[in-house]
Each structure stands twice: as structure tokens, then as C-alpha cells.
């Protein structure tokens, strides 16, 4: 098992930037993948940004060109860097990590941190 830790949610301005981390333990032999996902009220769970180790970043196509993700092997952390946040980008988000094989199955999830983007 894998447990996560994630920190820096909070309030921003629309226009904003907000940068979130997520901290592995644990077996984290047991993984190739790490990322993020979010859930707005009443909506349901969402990719937002996947970085597999050994393939190409994955995005959602509603946070292209204004969030990255990046991490930091050394450190089994990774970040999600959220520029130019808008309303529609308020909701938990969490940090996962699994396997990624063509596809991404998750093992872990992280406790979740709000963000909320509002003037």
C-alpha cells in the first residue's frame, strides 16, 4: 500500500496560480504512475493530470496550457502547478497513484485538499 499526503489547497482569485503537492510512502515499488484527479459538488470524480514514469504526461483537456504536472522521483513526490485557475476548477482534489499500462488503474488515493476559486 501507498499512502499519500497532499498539501497546498486553499482560496485563489480567479486569474490565480496555486501549486499542490502529494508526498508517497509505503510500497511505492508497487507503482508507475502518479497524478491528480478532482470532484466538484455533484459532479463526479475526474482526470485532471497523470504522469506516468516511463510514458508521456496526460492532461485533461480543460486544464491544458494553464496546469502541469511534474515530480519528483528522488523525493516520490509530485506537484500539479495550477496557473490562470477559473470558477469551474473549485472542487477536492486528489492525488493518486497506480499503474499505468495503456491505461491507468489506481491503487492509492490521498486524503483530498480543496481549492476554490473565487473573487
Known amino acids: 500500500q501507498v499512502q499519500l499526503v497532499e498539501s497546498g489547497g486553499g482560496l485563489v482569485q480567479p486569474g490565480g496560480s496555486l501549486r499542490l503537492s502529494c508526498a508517497a510512502s509505503g510500497r511505492v515499488d508497487r507503482i508507475n504512475a502518479m497524478g491528480w484527479f478532482r470532484q466538484a459538488p455533484g459532479k463526479q470524480r475526474e482526470l485532471v493530470a497523470l504522469s506516468p514514469k516511463f510514458d508521456t504526461t496526460i492532461y485533461a483537456e480543460s486544464v491544458k496550457g494553464r496546469f502541469t504536472i511534474s515530480r519528483d522521483d528522488a523525493k516520490n513526490t509530485v506537484f500539479l502547478q495550477m496557473n490562470n485557475v477559473k470558477p469551474e476548477d473549485t472542487a477536492v482534489y486528489y492525488c493518486?497513484?497506480?499503474?499505468?499500462?495503456?491505461?491507468?488503474?489506481?491503487?492509492?488515493w490521498g486524503q483530498g485538499t480543496q481549492v476554490t476559486v473565487s473573487s
Open positions: 493518486t497513484a497506480g499503474i499505468w499500462a495503456g491505461r491507468y488503474g489506481p491503487s492509492d
